[in-house]
Nanobody, 126 residues
Framework: QVQLVESGGGSVQAGGSLRLSCVVS????????MGWFRQAPGKEREVVAV????????YYADSVKGRFTTSLDKAENTVYLQMNSLRPEDTAMYYC???????????????????WGQGTQVTVSS
């Protein structure tokens, strides 16, 4: 059974930093992908960053490029999202997700991710 558990959310002022962690269990890394998504009230869930476990490459939404970095520590079974220079518009519930199979298109598609964590809230005040 695949489980993903996020942590690290919280409240920060604009310009601050947070690091989200996602501990993964029951999942096999094999040319699939893992990602971070977010959803603000009244808005659709959007992709933030994705890491391709086979190549190690990544994808970032334009809105977070240069500010956020995702990484995977396979030994610790943990995916990280380092968020710097946070803005009020980054406020949302952040979710960690893993793809259901090995097909991970670029750019990523939300529908390819079948395993989700419970989410962690990030609030950025101005």
């Amino acid at each position: 059974q695949v489980q993903l558990v996020e942590s690290g959310g919280g409240s920060v002022q604009a310009g601050g930093s947070l690091r989200l962690s996602c501990v993964v269990s029951g999942y096999t890394y094999s040319s699939n992908c893992m990602g971070w998504f977010r959803q603000a009230p009244g808005k659709e869930r959007e992709v933030v960053a994705v890491i391709y476990t086979g190549s190690g490459g990544g994808y970032y939404a334009d809105s977070v490029k240069g500010r956020f970095t995702t990484s995977l520590d396979k030994a610790e079974n943990t995916v990280y999202l380092q968020m710097n220079s946070l803005r009020p518009e980054d406020t949302a519930m952040y979710y960690c997700a893993a793809s259901s199979g090995t097909y991970c298109p670029f750019p990523p598609q939300v529908k390819r991710f079948g395993y989700w964590g419970q989410g962690t809230q990030v609030t950025v005040s101005s």
